[in-house]
């Protein structure tokens, strides 16, 4: 089992200072509106690698009255063994990214070995009506839960198409040979990019529609504009290559898996996600992420840690009976937050009780 048994937090958000215990269950956060119960879940989704559950900068996330950095550091049960986990910023460098595991410092894509996180908050209830970028990140998470090499792919990806829009933008005209170079490498992480979100999504895809109908609505899943075909590396070198005169008048690259979408049905009303009620799209997503933490226990033996933020407040008392005993069968971590103690009284012992308060955490 995979768990965070320990959690410090140094100057990061609304926490001075605070350590914080928790069980390889349930761990259930309780407090007043803003007392700092996603702060805690934001720590925690530091431990892997990208911005977090709110997709915040990192010179946000230190404390507003605190010197400029700050540091999250926790314990984490893994297969492979008890792992010390540490990152954060220098007040110096309050955008740079420090990594360090067991003492030894890191790269953010390395901290994937050890642990994947899953997290499902409010500000996802309009995942399926806003813009394709969100649904790509949420996609790109779940696919770094299995594949942990995702980022990296990801990354480079991205900062070789950067250098491309910046070439291309050039007055004097872009040298042909280095453009060549950057379209090489965008298209070899591109294509792995590309075949990664494949993979999960068709595994996901399947694992859902052979569910039974039960109280979270099934999800049906598809990979929507640029998707890799045969020879997805070489195919995307040639696009890019003939799409450099209309890439450069807009002033973006407009091929490629940066134009992909994760479309999503209902699928027992046969329904776009986007016309659902705001009811079914929650159902339709906590579902999906529920359903995605089995595929992930299965690939790599271990649950992923998973963090609800407000979850059982939004659902009615069937459903979140439903969600308990769904998550309590499963097992693995679980975080989850709410204002009052009584969402949570469905749980059984084990339960790590924390209440949460003007920039503490304690037992409660």
């Avoid at 999250?72 to 309050?94: K, M, S």
């Avoid at 980022?151 to 291309?168: F, P, Q």
């Avoid at 039960?214 to 590396?233: D, I, K, T």
Wanted: charged share 25%; with cysteine.
């Amino acid at each position: 089992m995979t768990a965070v048994s320990r959690l410090s937090l140094t100057d990061f958000r609304s926490y001075r200072d605070a350590a914080i215990a928790a069980g390889a269950g349930f761990v259930v956060l309780t407090g007043e509106n803003g007392a700092g119960k996603t702060n805690v879940l934001e720590a925690v989704s530091l431990l892997t690698a990208g911005r977090g559950l709110r997709q915040a900068a990192l010179s946000q996330m230190a404390r507003s009255d605190g010197p400029g950095g700050f540091a999250v550091a926790a314990r984490v049960t893994a297969p492979g063994g008890e792992v010390e986990i540490g990152t954060g910023t220098l007040p110096t460098a309050p955008e740079r990214r420090q990594v360090r595991i067991n003492g030894a410092a890191a790269t953010a894509a390395a901290l994937g070995e050890w642990l994947s996180i899953l997290w499902l908050t409010p500000a996802m209830d309009r995942l399926f009506v806003e813009g394709a970028s969100g649904r790509r990140r949420f996609l790109d998470r779940l696919v770094l839960a299995r594949e942990p090499g995702h980022a990296v792919h990801a990354a480079r990806y991205e900062a070789a198409m950067r250098a491309r829009n910046k070439l291309l933008a050039e007055p004097e005209g872009a040298d042909a040979a280095w453009l060549t170079a950057l379209e090489a490498g965008m298209a070899e992480h591109g294509a792995a990019v590309a075949e990664a979100r494949q993979r999960t999504v068709k595994a996901l895809a399947m694992r859902l529609e052979a569910q039974p109908q039960g109280p979270f609505a099934r999800a049906g899943l598809a990979l929507e504009g640029w998707r890799p075909g045969e020879e997805a590396e070489r195919a995307l070198a040639a696009e890019l290559r003939q799409s450099r005169g209309r890439d450069a008048a807009a002033g973006r690259t407009l091929v490629g898996p940066h134009r992909s979408d994760l479309a999503v049905t209902h699928l027992d009303k046969d329904q776009p996600a986007e016309r659902c009620s705001t009811g079914e799209q929650k159902a339709l997503l906590l579902g999906v992420v529920l359903a995605h933490a089995d595929l992930v226990a299965e690939d790599r033996g271990s649950r992923p840690v998973l963090l609800l933020d407000e979850v059982a407040a939004h659902l009615d008392p069937l459903r979140r009976e439903a969600l308990f005993a769904r998550l309590a069968a499963a097992g693995g971590q679980v975080w989850m937050t709410g204002t009052e103690r009584a969402l949570f009284d469905a749980l059984g012992e084990g339960t790590s009780w924390l209440a949460v308060a003007d920039g503490t955490v304690h037992p409660g």
